[in-house]
């Protein structure tokens, strides 16, 4: 499934031969990100402020006979952003750095937390957490469950757009023309944090504390330094 500013999305297949099999108009403006997970249903979002939940209907022999949209979900108040959906929830952030949980079943807003200090242009969740990224050049890491920061990702010098996550770290590419492997907070800390992590190799710990403002102490802690 694929998204564009000329407001179609449309649906591909993907054996050969490649062709589209589906285009649908649904958003009245640039739709910015799409999501689809296994299964009939997929999510978008778009600059109209609407995150809009679809299922395709089909069979075996005629994939995609139509295009439902189930709900049109309003509560961001600015371009959508970012989505990703699962059978039980729709994560979706926007340009103003907020994240909102949905039911996927109804549409009911579950929770909204701020994330941000500006769009967020990329996130992934699990049962537990939600990863996100964002222009504010951060990454940050929310409980799924109660909304509560349990971490700030600071040292990429450009916005966050892509990030993908395991169960021991977290990977991120930035407009920084870098990649950062990061070492992943256990969902068992509750206490919220803020981190700062050493990639460049001409970086040294009195820079680093001077630039973020904290201690070379805890930077050496932060970092596994001895």
């Given at each position: 499934?694929?998204?564009?500013?000329?407001?179609?999305?449309?649906?591909?297949?993907?054996l050969s031969p490649f062709r589209c099999l589906q285009i649908v108009i649904g958003h009245q403006r640039s739709v910015l990100c799409v999501h689809k997970p296994s299964g009939s249903m997929f999510a978008t979002g778009s600059s109209d402020c609407e995150v809009k939940v679809w299922k395709i209907v089909g069979n075996s022999r005629t994939p995609v006979k139509r295009v439902l949209c189930r709900h049109s979900l309003l509560g961001h108040g600015c371009s959508v952003t970012a989505v990703q959906?699962?059978?039980?929830?729709v994560v979706s952030g926007g340009a103003n750095?907020?994240?909102?949980?949905?039911?996927?079943?109804?549409?009911?807003?579950?929770?909204?937390?701020?994330?941000?200090?500006?769009?967020?242009?990329?996130l992934r969740f699990d049962t537990i957490k939600i990863i996100s990224g964002g222009?504010?050049?951060?990454?940050?890491t929310h409980d799924i469950a109660t909304g509560s920061k349990l971490q700030t990702l600071h040292g990429h010098g450009g916005t966050v757009n892509a990030l993908e996550f395991?169960?021991?770290?977290?990977?991120?590419?930035?407009?920084?023309s870098v990649m950062r492997r990061w070492p992943?907070?256990?969902?068992?800390?509750?206490?919220?944090?803020?981190k700062f992590h050493i990639i460049e190799p001409n970086e040294t710990l009195p820079k680093l504390a001077k630039r973020f403002g904290v201690s070379i102490a805890e930077l050496k802690k932060w970092n596994h330094v001895d």
């Open positions: 499934v694929s998204a564009s500013s000329d407001l179609q999305i449309r649906i591909w297949s993907a959906m699962s059978a039980a929830e750095g907020k994240i909102i949980i949905w039911s996927a079943d109804d549409g009911t807003r579950l929770r909204t937390m701020d994330a941000h200090k500006g769009s967020i242009l990329v222009s504010d050049q951060t990454i940050a395991d169960q021991t770290k977290i990977v991120s590419a930035s407009m920084d992943f907070q256990g969902h068992e800390q509750k206490v919220a944090a803020t």
